[in-house]
Structures are given as structure tokens and as C-alpha cells.
């Protein structure tokens, strides 16, 4: 059993479901023995903060602002989509993100968190680029 169910549930087979951040303790009891043990649950990502507009020039990158709460969150790993590789996509060199502009038009990336639901959104602007 949880001593507090809004942090963790324990199912009849004993598996422990993290519900949401905070200590808990676990306790498993039979006629012979009992034992409990704390448990910490830790944060997940629940807010993804990105610019929500970037605009470059095709064939140029941009550094993308990525923000992570809460700061204490477990996993801070995050994938990223692009709803049009060929107009731009993200490239992750040294734990930062970059846009890189393909072929001028606008498309839409999104940035998920690996573990938790959040997700964050940004616009893209690619522009083309002008020659002397």
C-alpha cells in the first residue's frame, strides 16, 4: 500500500505507479513480515519553453532559447519534429538545439519531452537568400 495515493499507487501485483512528485512510502504486509520503503518521485517536464517564431535565412542556423520546468525535472531529454524537413529541421550539437533553414516557406516544429506529456511548438520563417 501508498501512504499517500496522489504520489504513488501500488497495484495487487505490487507495481508501483508514480502519479505525480513528492515521498511516499510503500509498505507490503503479510501475516509473518511487513516492510516499507520511501520512495521520492521525482518531477517530470511539464513546461517546454521555445520562442514560439524563428526566422532565418535559408541555408543558415539558428541557436533555439530551450527552457525546461520544472529545473528539478528527472529526464530533460526532448526530441524534436518538424512537419516539413525540407523547409527545416533541428540539429542537436553539445546538449543545444539549432534550427537549420532549408528552402525558403514556413513550417512547424515541436518540441517533446521523452518522458511526461509536454510539448512546446514554434513557427518557422525560412527566407531566401539574396545575392550581391
Not at 5 to 24: F, P, Q, W
Not at 26 to 54: C, G, T
Not at 122 to 130: H, P, S
Amino acid at each position: 500500500r501508498s501512504s499517500d495515493e496522489n504520489i504513488a499507487l501500488v497495484d495487487e501485483s505490487g507495481k508501483v505507479t508514480a502519479i505525480s512528485d513528492g515521498r511516499v512510502i510503500i509498505s507490503v504486509s503479510s501475516s509473518r513480515i511487513s516492510q516499507s520503503v520511501i520512495i521520492d518521485v521525482l518531477p517530470f517536464i511539464q513546461v517546454i519553453d521555445i520562442p514560439r517564431h524563428i526566422s532565418l535565412v535559408e541555408g543558415k542556423q539558428e541557436f533555439i532559447d530551450v527552457r525546461i520546468h520544472p529545473g528539478d525535472a528527472v529526464n530533460t531529454q526532448c526530441v524534436w519534429e518538424t512537419d516539413d524537413p525540407d523547409i527545416a529541421y533541428v540539429e542537436s550539437k553539445n546538449n543545444a538545439s539549432y534550427v537549420v533553414g532549408v528552402n525558403p516557406s514556413i513550417c512547424t516544429l515541436t518540441c517533446k519531452a521523452v518522458k511526461g506529456s509536454a510539448m512546446a511548438e514554434c513557427r518557422v520563417t525560412v527566407r531566401k537568400r539574396f545575392l550581391k
